[in-house]
Nanobody, 120 residues
């Protein structure tokens, strides 16, 4: 059975850093697009970052929501079946539950989420 398990969340002061990890099992990890989403209380779940294999190059493409560009970095380690989200210069508005997502075609899988709280 496919499963995504997030870890690395916690409490950090503004300006600090955290690295989130998402370990995938039960699926061919390298075949899937992977993304990080977040949801704050009273707000819709939003895309934070996504990493996909490029059809035009041998590398991978990444995309970020404007509010995290230059501060967050998404990466993946296929050998470890893990996707990471390095979060630097954290701000209170980054406080949310962060969810890992795997997707291919019309299929998708969500993790259970990990709480990130940034104090001012």
């Amino acid at each position: 059975q496919a499963q995504l398990v997030e870890s690395g969340g916690g409490l950090v002061q503004a300006g600090g850093s955290l690295r989130l990890s998402c370990v995938a099992s039960g699926l061919p990890f390298s075949s899937y697009a992977m993304g990080w989403f977040r949801q704050a209380p009273g707000k819709e779940r939003e895309l934070v970052a996504v990493i996909t294999r490029s059809f035009l190059t041998a590398g991978e493409t990444t995309n970020y929501t404007d509010s995290v560009k230059g501060r967050f970095t998404i990466s993946r380690d296929n050998a470890k079946n893990t996707v990471y989200l390095q979060m630097n210069i954290l701000k209170p508005e980054d406080t949310a539950v962060y969810y890992c997502k795997a997707a291919v075609r019309r299929w998708s899988l969500w993790g259970q989420g990990t709480q990130v709280t940034v104090s001012s």
